[in-house]
């Protein structure tokens, strides 16, 4: 019988309400009294020196307040990068400056030049096209390696070259795996292209500034997955603003996907700006704008080798990519490809000997950083794309050859710095044998078959290390936070729970999920509990929301608080039911007296702590609030096995996905349908990589998909009906709920399956095709055919 | 979008003489010209929209011939052109429902959008494209991407579609827009069959007579082995090159022919 209600039940998401009647509180549906708007000019070039900007007919037009450029933002800070990564010789990466306006040269189509404030948007608008630029273009560079040649034209003319750090993981193991690589019976290499993404949120980024010269307070309203990270780098690092005079409110958040963790230029400008004019200035982004500033995903141009002995055990894998990070580091960008990357490069698989190369490159293109999956999508699809060659090229079973390799005892230390504490691969792969019907495969291939159709299978399995991390760890890596969560559980005098948490939900469904925890541990109705969340002012700090870390991060510190709530309402209980704390019981909402019928319910208590008449003040406060922070002892390790069926269109190259099936390990669950959501998005992001989007600039760094006529986004007809399960449970080991966090595998568990399937398809066919480079577009698929 | 005035007439007079004034523009269904206008692109002084005129509406089919007016929204076609059906799916398959419920087939065959959908149709039926002031042969409206036999603040009435024997529209979308990527129409009349391509050309709709010729001869796909448009002068962008393109040209063709029967 599936739960009515507490860990493990599926309640409707009570959120959805306001979504979807419209009554949603998003940023753009905040005006505050006098408030101005900002238009910024952006750069139309990828590459230039500023010789001019000349706002003085622009000052002149009707309701201008104020026009910047670069140089009211001299003596300002510049937008920090919150890691550091030191390179395979025990150097710093190179790290330039990252102003909020630009100073001197544009290094992007999209950077800002100059902001206009005026009383309209469209006056605004109207008075940045008065402004006269005088900016000599320069040569762009925006294929990475040849940034990195000798000559190439220098993103920041400061730094030494375009390469931001040569990073060597792990450098100690190099020379071992060279030669494993040499005595090998088997290498299989693969050459390929991580594609370049744009995160696409359906709520384009949002910003207010607001300043209070009666308080001197400054708040910041914006579409942020992690407000008091934004404090404290805006605060702290661009604008000298201590945290007890500034506020950061993310209200509804309408997607982020990773590109809302990052602290953008124009938040500090409205930031700025509401201070220097005593005015709200509010700024929205248009669609255009999301497409040429918000940090784009992905961007790997990777060579990995795997070599196998003559029992095709894996033996060691070299990998070597160069990941762009765009014209400036966006706030976690060198992360991702080492930290994110380099760490998962064992994947699901006993490999004794790994060496992982990443050469992080400058290039005149938006900034790249952290989307859905981070790094670990990346490596996923590396590993399992060069597997699924190798079974080809040995002539074996790509399931057979990925289960002989399997680990299979846990806690399981890679050569990769990680250790997984649990797992179970083969069963997952057993389940997902079942729930995708492999064995049916023949039958449905030639029913393709007999329509003119080529039918492909595609397995992919993925580990994933989220519920980001423990704080010393990550510091040893270069972070320079820490990435604990926090909870405070207020309870009120009457029994109902307020929980303030420093995740933040932007579609997750937190204000479901987390009250069904506590209603599980007190016994109470999910109703009693609300979430709040959001806002620096009513929060703990906290590291917000990413890396599928709520539940597994936020939550534990929410079991904290609450385990603290219960430890002392139980002293309350102890009191009022005249026995000893040792004896009293919690259940379904009620203290009880073991071995007796004496009870007194949690609503009674909690009138007690705050109407302490009868109360062991001389033992206890009164009151019932807790706090808790938790940092993790260990990175959890969901993981699971993906099958995807596609048709390919022999006539015309076009894939279609026939069915998709997921058995994922999440460890315990906490709400079964919304994790079905989760997965459901994640495999429709990862579908969207696999064949239709595509961030393209050309070699001037224009971008050429700067919209959706030219970007092609998953829509409901090109994604199937999924399968999906996640029955196959080994709970985390290090955690209190056992959960392991599901917001990012359907992302990085996807793109393989779609691919190694179209390369199976057109095997089928007698195409000697070995791979096609994402997304597998009909155009690609078709010149791979007649290649 | 910069500040324009807007005018609402009842009748074409009425919006012919609005069209008089300097740098004003016809709105039709506004799905091209207000995004054009939000990214301030153009900057009409004056937009005279066409919806209010009755005389723009309607499906009517009559003596062998589908007369649509210019202001009918894709939206009515697919659901009223049951005449002429492989017209109306052509309709019902234009961009999403809110879409179709605004876009008018004169404002999409007046803008000529090298991978619109309707030009094609009306240049595979052979159709006539009525103005305010003269009748233009489909063959010689259409010239070139973005460009028509229009001249200045002439608007266009109604489209005259003989209804033929046997058609279909088949339509390889570009995975972004869901424009025609390559899009065929293929049309059967008792004097012969016109083949119209879009999506596909630099030079915008054209119609591919040597397909014609082999299916006047035999109206099967088979009629079409061995044929190939040159790939030189197709489109060539992120979506595919010119080679891919020439090569959908062929594959569409059949399979319009073989849908058509
Ligand atoms: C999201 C989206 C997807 C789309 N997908 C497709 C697609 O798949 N296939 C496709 O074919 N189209 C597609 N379109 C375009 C759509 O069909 C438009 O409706 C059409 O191109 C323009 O028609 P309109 O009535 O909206 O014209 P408007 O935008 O109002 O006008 C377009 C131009 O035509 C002129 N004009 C309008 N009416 C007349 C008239 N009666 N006489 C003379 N000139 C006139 C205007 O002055 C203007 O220059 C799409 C549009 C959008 C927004």
């Known amino acids: 019988m599936p739960k009515d209600h507490g860990i493990g039940a599926s309640p409707k998401r009570r959120e959805d309400l306001r979504f979807l009647t419209g009554a949603g509180n998003y940023t753009d549906d905040i005006n505050l009294n006098g408030q101005a708007y900002v238009h910024f ?44 990564v030191t390179d395979r010789f025990g150097q710093p990466m190179q790290e330039p400056a990252h102003p909020v306006l630009a100073q001197g040269k544009v290094r992007h189509v999209g950077d800002p030049i100059a902001a206009v404030v005026a009383e309209t948007p469209e006056q605004a608008r109207d008075a940045a096209e008065a402004i006269v630029l005088d900016i000599e273009e320069l040569p762009a560079v925006v294929d990475m390696k040849a940034a990195l040649e000798d000559g190439a034209p220098k993103v920041h003319d400061d730094l030494t070259s375009n390469l931001c750090y040569d990073w060597g993981f792990v450098e100690e193991n190099r020379e071992a795996v060279d030669e494993a690589i040499k005595n090998a019976a088997h290498v299989t290499t693969l050459e390929l292209v991580n594609n370049r993404l744009v995160a696409n949120p359906m709520e384009p980024r949002v910003a207010i500034g607001d300043y209070n010269p009666a308080t001197d307070e400054s708040t910041l309203y914006t579409t942020s997955q992690n407000p008091h990270v934004i404090r404290l780098l805006m ?25 809302k963790i990052f602290h953008y230029a124009e938040e500090a400008f409205c930031t700025f700006a509401a201070k220097q004019l005593k005015r709200p200035v509010k700024w929205t982004a248009t669609r255009s704008e999301a497409f040429m500033t918000d940090a784009h995903g992905r961007d790997h141009v990777t060579k990995i080798e795997l070599a196998l002995d003559a029992d095709h055990n894996f033996t060691a894998i070299r990998t070597e990519t160069h990941a762009n990070m765009g014209a400036y580091l966006s706030t976690f960008a060198p992360s991702v490809p080492t930290w994110l990357h380099g760490t998962l490069m064992a994947g699901n698989y006993r490999t004794p000997l790994i060496y992982v190369n990443v050469k992080a490159v400058f290039t005149n293109t938006v900034p790249v950083d952290a989307y859905r999956g981070a790094g670990r999508p990346e490596a996923t699809f590396q590993l399992e794309r060069v597997i699924d060659k190798a079974a080809r090229e040995l002539g074996v079973d790509p399931i057979e050859l990925r289960r002989k390799n399997f680990i299979t005892e846990f806690p399981y230390a890679t050569p990769v710095a990680v250790e997984y504490d649990t797992g179970n691969y083969h ?31 595609g397995i992919n399995c993925y580990i994933e290390a989220c519920g980001i991390a423990p704080s010393n760890l990550v510091g ?12 405070t559980v207020r309870v009120n005098a009457t029994g109902g729970i307020v929980v303030m948490t420093g995740s933040h939900s932007h579609g997750q469904g937190h204000e479901t999920s987390f009250p069904q925890v506590i209603a599980e541990m007190i016994g109470i109705d999910e109703s009693m509990v609300e979430i709040v969340h959001g806002d620096t002012a009513n929060t703990p700090m906290g590291m917000g ?23 002392k309402a139980k002293k309350i209980a102890a009191h009022l039911l005249e026995a000893s704390e040792a004896d009293i019981e919690l259940k379904d909402g009620q203290f009880s007296v073991a071995g007796t019928d004496k009870s007194v319910a949690w609503g009674d208590v909690c009138l007690a702590a705050y109407v302490p008449h009868n109360y062991p003040l001389e033992d206890i406060e009164p009151g019932l609030e807790e706090t808790a922070f938790y940092d993790p002892a260990n990175f959890t390790y969901p993981s699971g096995a993906y099958a995807c069926e596609v048709e390919v269109d022999p006539d015309t190259g076009k894939v279609t996905i026939e069915s998709f099936a997921a058995a994922d390990d999440f460890g315990n669950i906490i709400n079964p349908m919304i994790v079905d959501g989760q997965v459901h998005g994640g495999i429709g992001q ?102 | 979008m910069y500040n324009f005035e807007f005018v609402k007439p009842k009748t074409l007079e009425e919006a012919v003489a609005a069209l008089s004034a300097e740098e004003a523009q016809v709105l039709g269904g506004g799905q091209t010209l207000i995004p054009t206008l939000k990214q301030r692109l153009a900057a009409p002084a004056k937009l005279v929209s066409l919806s209010g005129i009755e005389a723009l509406q309607g499906v009517r089919a009559d003596g062998g011939v589908l007369t649509v007016g210019a202001g009918t929204t894709h939206a009515t076609v697919a659901a009223e052109a049951g005449a002429y059906p492989a017209l109306a799916a052509l309709a019902g398959n234009i961009a999403d429902p809110a879409v179709r419920n605004r876009g008018t087939l004169g404002g999409s065959i007046a803008n000529n959008d090298p991978a619109a959908d309707y030009p094609a149709a009306v240049l595979a039926s052979g159709a006539t ?28 009435t109604a489209v005259k579609f003989p209804i033929p024997e046997a058609a279909s529209y088949q339509k390889f979308e570009q995975p972004a827009s869901r424009f025609a990527l390559v899009g065929v129409f293929v049309a059967k009349y008792a004097d012969g069959v016109r083949v119209a391509v879009t999506g596909a050309s630099e030079d915008g709709v054209f119609r591919w007579s040597e397909a014609e010729a082999a299916l006047a001869a035999n109206f099967a796909p088979e009629a079409l082995e061995g044929l190939a448009v040159p790939a030189e002068g197709m489109i060539a962008d992120l979506h595919g090159s010119k080679a891919y393109r020439a090569h959908l040209v062929g594959v569409m063709t059949k399979r319009a022919v073989a849908a058509a029967g």
């Open chain 1, 545 to 567: 929301t990413y890396g599928s870390r709520s539940i597994a991060v936020g939550g534990s510190a929410m079991v904290r608080a609450t385990e603290k709530i219960i430890n």
């Open chain 1, 427 to 457: 069963a997952t792969m057993d389940k997902l044998i079942e729930i995708a019907d492999i064995a049916g495969f023949p039958a449905r291939r030639a029913e393709s078959e007999k329509r003119g159709k080529l039918r492909g299978l």
């Open chain 1, 686 to 787: 990862g579908i969207g990589q696999a064949l239709l989007e595509n961030c393209v600039y050309d070699e001037n760094g224009q971008l050429l998909s700067a919209s959706y006529m030219d970007y092609a986004m998953p829509r409901a007809d090109d994604v199937p009906f999924y399968k999906v399960d996640h029955s196959c449970q080994t709970p985390c080991t290090h955690n209190p709920l056992g959960v392991k966090g599901c917001g990012e595998a359907g992302a990085i568990g996807s793109p393989p399956a779609v691919v190694n399937a179209v390369i199976d398809a057109l095997q089928s066919g007698g195409y000697k095709v070995d791979h096609i480079d994402m997304p597998v577009s009909p155009a690609r698929v078709w010149a791979a055919m007649h290649g």
């Open chain 1, 235 to 259: 605060g702290a690092f661009v604008l000298g603003i201590p945290e007890h005079k500034l506020r950061v409110v993310a209200p509804d958040v309408g997607g982020g996907f990773g590109s």
């Open chain 2, 129 to 156: 494209v009525v103005t305010i002031a003269r009748e233009i042969a489909a063959d010689d409206f259409f010239q070139g991407m973005f460009t028509t036999a229009l001249n200045d603040g002439e608007i266009i």
């Open chain 1, 41 to 84: 000019l952006r750069s139309d070039v990828a590459h230039g020196k500023i010789n001019k900007v000349d706002t003085s007919d622009a000052e002149k037009m009707p309701g201008v307040l104020r026009i910047f450029t670069g140089a009211d933002f001299e003596g300002v800070g510049g937008l920090p990068c919150g890691w550091q």
């Open chain 1, 476 to 487: 040893q890596l270069g972070a320079r936070a820490g990435l604990y969560e926090s909870a």
